[in-house]
């Protein structure tokens, strides 16, 4: 019985590291997709990482936002409005973990380089799920440093 308990561990184990090493490729490519559409100021192509759904969460700034075209409207306000400005994005730190299978967890740093100078950066920790779409961030909690 032991022996059949360390086999299916051990299977178990080795097909979640199997999955989790190309599950981290994509999700990568999923945030740089989102950085060079940042960096177009190309808000919709940057909103393409999210899963379009009126349950999307993201938290920042302690204020909750439901849904895939409130959180499009929350950028554009802050980033798209008159005497605003996107900047240029970079992601840094990031760490992917799988919380099991179609499930995983990322979490870094960001920074906005501003044509001012100014950098305005800060941390935050996404939650993705395996869609019929593909990997799509389901729950974004962003914090400034500033």
């Known amino acids: 019985m032991a022996r059949w308990i360390a ?4 299977l178990i184990s080795s097909c979640a590291a199997g999955q989790t090493a190309s599950d981290e490729t994509t999700i990568r490519q999923l945030l740089d997709k989102q950085v ?8 919709e192509g940057f909103m393409a990482g999210y899963w379009d759904s009126p349950q999307l969460t ?3 700034g302690g204020t909750v936002t439901t849904g895939w075209q409130p959180t499009l409207e929350r950028y554009r306000k802050r980033y798209q409005a008159e005497g605003r400005e996107m900047g240029t994005l970079r992601f840094a ?3 992917v973990e799988s919380l099991g299978p179609g499930e995983a967890f990322v979490r ?7 044509s001012s100078g100014k950098k305005p950066h800060g941390l935050f920790t996404l939650v993705l799920r395996k869609l019929p779409e593909g990997w799509r961030i389901v729950h974004d909690h962003t914090s400034s440093a500033e």
């Not at 086999?7 to 051990?10: E, P, Q, S, T």
Request: aromatic share 20%; proline share 0%.
């Open 58 to 60: 993201f938290f920042s």
């Open 36 to 43: 060079a559409a940042w960096n177009r100021h190309d808000l």
């Open 108 to 114: 870094g740093a960001y920074e906005l380089t501003m």
């Open 93 to 95: 730190d990031l760490r």
């Open 7 to 10: 086999l299916l561990f051990i």
